[in-house]
């Protein structure tokens, strides 16, 4: 969801700020630098992914930048390394955690995305909250793609 005004996610950005005070509290700023290079490391790394991905899905769709293969091919890699090798050198249970978070995420994605299933009073948050937030829902459909 999108500020009517500003066009920023608000809802993502509140949660991020809760997120990042929760990190704070739970431990030090090293804990919260460590686990934001995690997440961002993942991120980049998926991105490079889903470009591979594209090129190979959809060699047709049309692109606004072209880059080398080699580029996301080595970002992969070491984006790879970057996550990795934290956990073999220095475990914590950090990780772990976020690892759950992300196959969690990918499991609520199948669920209320792809499937489509509700959870009783949603339509209710949502919209309170698109009041309360002046956000709306972004106009892209599957169909536009």
Same mark, same amino acid.
């Given at each position: 969801?999108?500020?009517?005004?500003?066009?920023?996610?608000?809802?993502?950005?509140?949660?991020?700020?809760?997120?990042? %005070?929760?990190?704070?509290?739970?431990?030090?700023?090293?804990?919260?630098?460590?686990?934001?290079?995690? %997440?961002?490391?993942?991120?980049?790394?998926?991105?490079?992914?889903?470009?591979?991905?594209?090129?190979?899905?959809?060699?047709?769709?049309?692109?606004?930048?072209?880059?080398?293969?080699?580029?996301?091919?080595?970002?992969?890699?070491?984006?790879?390394?970057?996550?990795?090798?934290?956990?073999?050198?220095?475990?914590?249970?950090? !990780?772990?955690?976020?690892?759950?978070?992300?196959?969690?995420?990918?499991?609520? !994605?199948?669920?209320?995305?792809?499937?489509?299933?509700?959870?009783?009073?949603?339509?209710? %948050?949502?919209?309170?909250?698109?009041?309360?937030?002046?956000?709306?829902?972004?106009?892209?459909?599957?169909?536009?793609?």
């Amino acid at each position: 969801m999108i500020h009517v005004k500003y066009f920023t996610p608000v809802p993502s950005l509140i949660l991020n700020a809760i997120f990042g %005070v929760i990190y704070i509290l739970c431990g030090d700023v090293q804990f919260l630098i460590n686990a934001m290079g995690f %997440v961002q490391w993942t991120v980049y790394g998926l991105s490079a992914a889903s470009l591979l991905i594209l090129r190979y899905k959809k060699p047709d769709m049309p692109r606004p930048y072209r880059v080398p293969i080699v580029i996301p091919i080595l970002t992969c890699i070491l984006c790879t390394l970057f996550v990795i090798l934290p956990m073999i050198e220095k475990p914590n249970v950090f !990780y772990f955690v976020a690892i759950g978070f992300y196959v969690m995420s990918w499991i609520s !994605y199948y669920v209320f995305m792809v499937k489509k299933q509700t959870l009783p009073g949603m339509k209710t %948050v949502t919209l309170l909250l698109q009041k309360l937030l002046l956000v709306a829902e972004t106009d892209y459909y599957e169909r536009d793609v």
